[in-house]
């Protein structure tokens, strides 16, 4: 009797090859990953939104900078960025062209992230509102990494606080 419960299981375990049966369904990714992929490309997409908004905020051409990150940044960033912004203002400051961002990277762990890049500020200069160049700090010159804190907040991605990205990234 045990040993013909032993052949029924190994028979119901071993059953037919599905492999060439057009129907079998084909695998596919895990629900975790595709989450994790759609989370990595909405961060990017977040991230790129941010960097604009910081462009722009600090181009001048902005009258409520801090309306500009609405959605893309959590407070305390809304309120760093539209601080600079308004120094700028008060100093008669703004910053001309773009930076340029390479090496994209992001990582997701549950409900938190990291998105790390290189900029490139050389061509994002500040100036005078009169049109007279300022010269740059010499760290602005050069490709550097920044290192952003991914927040999910009501569903959405937020650029948090900015994280020293020490000897980790170069540029």
Same mark, same amino acid.
């Given at each position: ?44 997409? $977040? ?6 908004? @910081? +462009?722009? *905020?600090?181009?001048?051409? =902005?009258?409520?900078?801090?309306? #500009? ?36 990277? $992001? ?6 992230? @990291? +998105?790390? *890049?290189?900029?490139?500020? =050389?061509?994002?200069?500040?100036? #005078? ?43």
């Amino acid at each position: 009797m045990i040993g013909l419960a032993c052949i029924t299981i190994v028979a119901a375990c071993s059953g037919d090859d599905d492999a060439t049966d057009p129907a079998a369904p084909e695998p596919t990714a895990s629900v975790s990953e595709t989450t994790a992929s759609q989370d990595e490309e909405e961060i990017r997409t $977040v991230f790129e939104r941010y960097v604009d908004a @910081v +462009v722009e *905020a600090q181009s001048g051409a =902005s009258d409520d900078p801090a309306a #500009l990150f609405e959605g893309l940044a959590t407070e305390s960033t809304i309120e760093v960025n539209a601080g600079i912004a308004s120094r700028y203002a008060a100093q008669g400051i703004v910053r001309v062209g773009a930076p340029v961002i390479t090496d994209v990277n $992001v990582q997701v762990v549950d409900r938190s992230g @990291v +998105v790390s *890049a290189c900029m490139d500020e =050389s061509e994002w200069l500040p100036q #005078l509102t009169s049109g007279e160049e300022i010269p740059p700090a010499p760290e602005q010159l050069e490709p550097h990494p920044v290192v952003y804190e991914m927040v999910q907040s009501d569903g959405s991605w937020l650029v948090g606080d900015p994280i020293e990205p020490g000897g980790t990234i170069t540029c």
